[in-house]
């Protein structure tokens, strides 16, 4: 049974940088055709798709972040990452990781795994 984590800071100062790791077990990120996700969620834009990198390491960023954003593995550890530049209090979200086989979508019924969520806030 696959199973992703996140871990990171629960509070960020606007204009630092934020940096998310979602960690796996049972399985392994370089496995053919998964993406491995980043969204995150807030109760008034519902939610929203930051990026992917794939189970190849190419990677996607929503045109949204305004080239805010990287997404990077260790496939020694099982992990890949997020870094969020520049942050605002427009940040602050549930962040989620997610994995799915197949074609990347933005649909959450398609998505295999997801971890728990780990809330941001973005305040001073």
């Known amino acids: 049974q696959v199973q992703l984590r996140e871990s990171g800071p629960g509070l960020v100062k606007p204009s630092q940088t934020l940096s998310l790791t979602c960690t796996v077990s049972?399985?392994?990120?370089?496995?053919?055709?998964?993406?491995w996700t980043w969204i995150r969620q807030t109760p008034g834009k519902g939610l929203e798709w930051l990026g992917y990198?794939?189970?190849?390491?190419?990677?996607y960023y929503s045109p949204s972040l305004k080239g805010r954003s990287d997404i990077s593995r260790d496939t020694s550890k099982n992990q890949f990452t997020l870094q969020l530049y520049s942050v605002t209090p427009d940040d602050t979200a549930v962040y989620y990781c997610?994995?799915?086989?197949?074609?990347?979508?933005?649909?959450?019924?398609?998505?295999?795994?997801w971890g728990q969520g780990t809330q941001v806030t973005v305040s001073s």
């Open positions: 997610a994995a799915k086989r197949g074609a990347w979508s933005a649909r959450r019924g398609e998505y295999d795994y």
């Open positions: 049972g399985g392994s990120i370089i496995t053919n055709y998964y993406y």
């Open positions: 990198i794939s189970y190849s390491g190419s990677t």
